[in-house]
């Protein structure tokens, strides 16, 4: 069965895994237009081939990274809309399913954006973790209300995504101040808002982000500094209804400590949590494109949106 994945699922597959293709909407992006070509190519003859197909991709791209939920509900998204009696109704409703899901986040992210603006006033200085593309929504939203925002942004070790987040504030105009992570504590008397994304959001209201995250905004609410978390609900995590945690990634050593540098050292134990759980009490408010939430609410949305959850996945059939 393997040879009939297109090489669009094994590269995009790749990608996530290496890190090429990151960011929990982006992730969840492209492994929806990957079921997408994998469909539009598909060569399967029967239905029951042309399922097979479509859930071996998709449990390919599952495999991949295990943190962002928004990758297992992008899947969910397509494979539950996969029906027909035949090979070219199968296809068309995958088609349409990556379609119809690319567009709702898009425009998900865009509301999200204008909500999470609408905190922001006039002349604030955010402080950023990592690179979330629903927390710079915002920041873009603010900016297109005319709004003057500047930015503390932290380089978020071991990979430095802060970078991106900078490169994109500046191109934006937005005036930017790069710290280590460990300067952070100092920054947030110049702070109005933490502003950070989510990979995951659990049901008792636990954000689940870059690790980092929980020690920022345990700063930042003993300074004082609200905390807001820009999340579409793509990233509500529904198997933490039913009592799943959510697992968080654990990324090669060589991110932190690279082996000519661990030959200097010697022989340590070396741990690389790519996430971190921040628990509810800590933030301020959840921003999602229905609205913000107290974290403890948005329990009473997840069973609106996932009242049909059940824990057996569509590509494990
Ligand atoms: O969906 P958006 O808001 O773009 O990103 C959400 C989160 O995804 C990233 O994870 P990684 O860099 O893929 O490990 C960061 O933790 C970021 O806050």
């Not at 991110?255 to 921040?278: H, Q």
Request: with cysteine.
């Amino acid at each position: 069965m393997e040879r009939d994945i297109h090489p669009a699922v094994t590269d995009a597959a790749d990608d996530i895994a290496e890190m090429e293709i990151r960011g929990a909407a982006t992730i969840a992006d492209a492994a929806a237009a990957a079921l997408g070509e994998q469909a539009e190519a598909s060569e399967a003859e029967t239905p029951e081939a042309f399922r097979t197909e479509i859930r071996t991709a998709a449990r390919e791209l599952h495999e991949t990274r295990p943190t962002a939920v928004s990758l297992p509900n992008a899947l969910r998204y397509v494979l539950r809309g996969m029906r027909g009696e035949t090979v070219s109704e199968l296809r068309a409703s995958v088609i349409e399913g990556v379609v119809e899901f690319r567009r709702e986040l898009d425009h998900a992210q865009d509301n999200l954006g204008q909500i999470g603006a609408n905190r922001l006033r006039d002349g604030d200085t955010i402080m950023t973790h990592c690179h979330s593309t629903d927390a710079l929504s915002c920041v873009r939203h603010a900016l297109e209300d005319g709004k003057e925002i500047s930015a503390i942004v932290k380089e978020t070790r071991p990979r430095k995504q802060g970078h991106i987040t900078a490169k994109q504030l500046r191109d934006w105009d937005v005036p930017v101040t790069l710290i280590v992570d460990n300067a952070a504590r100092r920054y947030l008397d110049d702070t109005d808002h933490v502003l950070v994304g989510a990979d995951s959001i659990a049901a008792d209201g636990s954000v689940i982000n870059k690790v980092g995250t929980s020690g920022l905004a345990v700063n930042a609410r003993e300074r004082g500094v609200p905390i807001m978390v820009a999340a579409q609900t793509l990233k509500f995590h529904p198997g933490t209804m039913t009592g799943h945690t959510v697992e968080i990634e654990m990324r090669d050593e060589a991110e932190i400590l690279p082996d000519d540098e661990r030959e200097e050292i010697g022989d340590v134990t070396v741990e690389n949590p790519a996430f971190d759980v921040t628990p509810p009490r800590y933030v301020d408010a959840i921003v999602t494109e229905r609205g913000q939430f107290p974290p403890e609410s948005v329990v009473t949305l997840m069973r609106e949106l996932f009242g049909d959850y059940h824990a057996s996945e569509p590509w494990e059939r």
